[in-house]
């Protein structure tokens, strides 16, 4: 039967060598991208990779209720072309880092819809396109910076103080907080936080400058080829002793602990219920 993924941040690092992977294992791919010139060059490269064609993408930023409304109905429109056609696999990489504040469209700032709510928004509405079974996997890249930091409940979006690492961190503990609190509602749909160590992608390149940039272009060769990490989030997504595990966080396939903040009981229901108003105005 064949087997559809749904990944997010396709055309760059992670999530372009995830959706190669993938491919490899003749998964069909439904990419979202938010530039339609990259992902032209982008798919061109992963079918040469993969030697398979099976991959299309979906336009749209991920910023923003609306623009993802539009990418999820994309997403809609594109299974439904397909004879049965599911999400097997709903991977969600896109993500970023700024050194500036910037508003979305919603006057949010952009880390946290981005890293955060883009991931609740498109889990929640593309769970009914998934094939409710066992080896259905959601996939959330988070990241070892999610320790060490917490919600800032009274200031989510940072308006009165705006530093990027505490925007960046607070994001990826968002990511931990709502794989708990999503296996904890669904817990038949297998959910893993991933960790993929630090990996020598562009990431640190866009919305920066300055001393950012030129930190990450440093730290950034020490890191591990983005190949590394695409290939451990395939591991755990096609290898069945995953099927009964859920809500859990890994780090290059060993099962970590995550922060003791984010195994606090009272947050990951609290952010979920913030979540809920940011993105349906509850
Ligand atoms: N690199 C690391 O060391 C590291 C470590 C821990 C965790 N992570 C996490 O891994 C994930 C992938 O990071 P990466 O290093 O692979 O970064 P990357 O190379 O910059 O790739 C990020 C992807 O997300 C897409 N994207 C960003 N903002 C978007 C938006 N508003 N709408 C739609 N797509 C958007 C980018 O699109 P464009 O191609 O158009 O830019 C790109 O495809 C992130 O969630 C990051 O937090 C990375």
């Not at 990779?49 to 997403?75: A, M, P, W, Y």
């Not at 030129?214 to 989030?233: T, V």
């Not at 979920?272 to 349906?280: A, N």
Request: charged share 25%; net charge positive; with cysteine.
């Amino acid at each position: 039967m064949q087997k559809y993924a749904v990944v997010t941040g396709s055309t760059d690092g992670i999530g372009l060598e995830t959706c190669i992977e993938l491919m490899k294992k003749d998964v069909y791919i439904i990419a979202v991208a938010r530039n339609k010139e990259k992902a032209e060059i982008k798919k061109k490269e992963m079918m040469t990779q993969s030697s398979t064609d099976k991959i299309e993408f979906v336009f749209g930023n991920l910023d923003s209720t609306k623009s993802r409304d539009h990418i999820i109905k994309e997403i809609k429109k594109a299974l439904s072309n397909k004879e049965n056609a599911k999400i097997d696999y709903l991977v969600h990489v896109a993500g970023g880092i700024s050194s500036y504040y910037i508003n979305t469209p919603e006057a949010y700032e952009q880390t946290f819809a981005v890293n955060h709510l883009a991931v609740f928004h498109l889990t929640i509405e593309l769970l009914p396109l998934m094939r409710h079974e066992k080896s259905d996997r959601i996939l959330v890249t988070s990241s070892s910076s999610h320790y060490r930091t917490r919600i800032h409940w009274k200031d989510v979006m940072l308006k009165k103080h705006y530093l990027s690492l505490t925007a960046y961190k607070q994001s990826k503990l968002a990511n931990v907080l709502f794989v708990r609190e999503f296996a904890v509602r669904y817990p038949d749909t297998p959910i893993f936080a991933i960790d993929p160590g630090l990996v020598n992608t562009n990431i640190g390149f866009k919305n920066t400058k300055g001393i950012e940039s030129f930190i990450w272009r440093h730290r950034a060769l020490k890191g591990a080829h983005p190949k590394k990490p695409a290939s451990e989030m395939v591991e755990i997504m096609t290898n069945p002793i995953y099927d009964t595990q859920t809500g859990l966080y890994y780090k290059h396939g060993k099962l970590k602990k995550s922060s003791h903040y984010s195994r606090n009981p009272k947050h990951a229901p609290r952010l979920w219920s913030l979540s809920e108003k940011l993105v349906y105005h509850k």
